[in-house]
């Protein structure tokens, strides 16, 4: 079912430069759509238009089957989450008023916010007793969690996400995006994120939507996009860059060869496997991505490793082909 969808959609400034051109796009339920592009593609504005920050001078947006125009704009815009780089958490309000800011417009009760806030705060990752803090005694990372926790309070089905990451650095930014990629699965929210980031797009979406010029180039699952690329700005875009990203994220057990499929491995190399422990410098957890495999396979100079589970028991072998098998799409 789309939550969202735009038809014939076009945004213009002084009628000259056309910033959105003629967009004609769906977002089914429970999607993580990332919006990549260069600088002035389009996407913010994309995103801005959907919860009715900015207007559009000619189109159809729908959200929730029902088009923009007859939403009462701020009843639209506290069902959608909205997530931005600058959080935006108001300094004079405690962690606690912050994430529940919409649930008092609605004119819910005090206890409700109050375990609504309990809750959320605990989704993403702080203990409660943050909840009596104020802004300023959290962590840029620790801000970013509260700005997703009071994009939820309201329990929305919408959450838009500017560059939500953009300004933590890269250790905080790397466990920030495996939260959000948790939650999405956990919640099944339908999430529009806009990053700069090729690696975040390929790391958090479940499809990546690629902009220039205001219109969508390319847009598709990550395989699609790095491995059928219809067009040549797709190409270059993307790059060597995105393959490597895909390679750091994609799990060696998409890949690897089991013990137990005949077809794929050798009952020889799987009976001598299974008989004693192997060497830690010739395994791989099953648990590690494909770039932490051939980093491995290249430091020990070896053609392949050994699938390994939390038990240290060996699964299966990972080889190099495994890789070619898994993106011939």
């Not at 803090?133 to 620790?142: A, F, I």
């Not at 699938?307 to 240290?312: P, R, S």
Request: proline content about 4%; charged content about 30%; overall charge positive.
């Amino acid at each position: 079912m789309s939550l969202l969808t735009f038809k014939d959609v076009s945004k213009s400034y002084d009628q000259k430069v056309r910033v959105i051109d003629q967009l004609n796009f769906s977002i089914d339920k429970g999607e993580f759509i990332t919006l990549i592009g260069p600088s002035g593609c389009g996407k913010t504005t994309l995103l801005k238009m959907i919860n009715g920050l900015i207007p559009f001078n000619q189109g159809e947006i729908h959200v929730k089957n029902h088009s923009l125009a007859d939403w009462n704009l701020i009843k639209l815009r506290r069902e959608i989450g909205y997530v931005i780089q600058q959080i935006g958490l108001f300094p004079h309000l405690t962690i606690e008023k912050n994430i529940c800011y919409v649930l008092s417009l609605l004119g819910r009760d005090g206890e409700e916010q109050k375990k609504r806030a309990t809750e959320l705060i605990q989704l993403v990752g702080l203990d409660p007793e943050y909840l009596s803090r104020y802004p300023r005694e959290l962590s840029g990372g620790q801000k970013q969690r509260v700005g997703v926790a009071r994009a939820l309070a309201a329990d929305p089905d919408i959450i838009l996400m500017d560059e939500p990451f953009g300004a933590v650095d890269d250790i905080t930014r790397k466990v920030l995006q495996d939260e959000m990629k948790a939650l999405h699965q956990k919640l099944q929210k339908t999430i529009v994120f806009v990053t700069h980031d090729i690696e975040e797009a390929i790391k958090l979406g479940t499809r990546i939507v690629l902009m220039d010029q205001g219109k969508i180039i390319q847009a598709g699952t990550k395989e699609e996009m790095l491995f059928n690329p219809t067009t040549e700005f797709t190409k270059r875009f993307l790059g060597t860059k995105s393959f490597n990203a895909y390679l750091g994220q994609l799990p060696i057990e998409d890949v690897y060869r089991p013990y137990d499929a005949p077809e794929k491995s050798s009952k020889k190399t799987s009976k001598k496997t299974s008989k004693k422990s192997v060497p830690e410098s010739k395994t791989i957890p099953l648990t590690d991505t494909v770039m932490e495999g051939i980093r491995k396979m290249i430091k020990e100079d070896r053609q392949s490793l050994v699938v390994i589970n939390e038990e240290n028991r060996p699964l299966g072998e990972f080889q190099l082909q495994d890789i070619q098998q898994k993106i011939q799409l």
